[in-house]
């Protein structure tokens, strides 16, 4: 990416508490992990063997061990804006290539979401992992996504919504374009009107203790508070969406 390029890119830098964060094991295994667990499950499509998976906003790479467990992938493609990030996924991707039972490549790309650095029709599978909060050109990102998948490819999707990313706990310690931010059936509506299409099997709305900014769940560990589907204010969602052809 040119300089010309990079300064028309709508960029808002993470806090260094929040890089720092993305390291740990919190992170990996409470949110990471989960949410990876959680999308295979929601995706009822048959998907090639050793599929090609472009993960946007790859971030430092803890994903990479976790979808080639989950899904087998012959390559995984990891793109991401931010420089240092992707010098931490270098390493990352290094680890999983140095193990024995490893078979697939790892590409990694400086890039833009919207503006993917890859032809069209070339993945599988676009796996957008607490990443989409973070674009200002959502939109024109989802095209990209579906640009890039196979007819019949899948997002595997998994996002906050603004209950979560406008808490008071969030906003303190992280950094996001708060107008761009949506509520679960915003995003859902988006994927769908980008051509997409998913059913109520391929979507969940989990409510994890870490989502819950406001107490972190205690309330309801304590037995003082049980919000109920449909009476709470979702503070995620996740979808496998299959490209419409």
């Not at 990479?64 to 991401?80: C, H, N, S, W, Y």
Request: a negative charge.
């Amino acid at each position: 990416m040119s300089s010309s390029e990079t300064s028309r890119v709508a960029f808002v830098p993470e806090t260094a508490f929040g890089l720092w964060f993305l390291r740990t094991a919190i992170w990996e295994h409470h949110v990471l992990r989960v949410a990876i667990n959680d999308l295979k499950r929601l995706v009822d499509t048959t998907l090639p063997e050793a599929p090609v998976i472009v993960d946007v906003g790859c971030g430092q790479g803890q994903s990479f061990r976790l979808l080639g467990k989950a899904f087998g992938p012959g390559r995984i493609i990891g793109v991401d804006f931010h420089e240092p990030s992707l010098v931490e996924a270098q390493e990352a991707a290094r680890a999983c290539l140095q193990d024995d039972g490893w078979t697939g490549e790892i590409e990694l790309l400086h890039g833009d979401c919207a503006r993917l650095p890859l032809p069209d029709a070339s993945a599988d599978i676009v796996f957008c992992h607490q990443t989409f909060h973070h674009l200002v050109e959502q939109g024109r990102s989802l095209d990209e996504f579906r640009r890039v998948l196979k007819p019949g490819g899948v997002l595997l999707f998994a996002e906050s919504t603004d209950a979560y990313i406008k808490s008071w706990v969030i906003r303190l310690l992280f950094r996001h374009p708060m107008h761009v931010q949506k509520s679960a059936n915003g995003y859902l509506d988006m994927i769908h009107d980008a051509g997409f299409t998913f059913g109520l099997q391929n979507v969940s709305m989990p409510y994890l203790w870490w989502s819950r900014a406001a107490d972190f769940g205690l309330l309801e560990r304590l037995g003082l508070h049980r919000p109920l589907p449909g009476k709470r204010r979702e503070t995620l969602v996740n979808v496998a969406a299959t490209k419409v052809s």
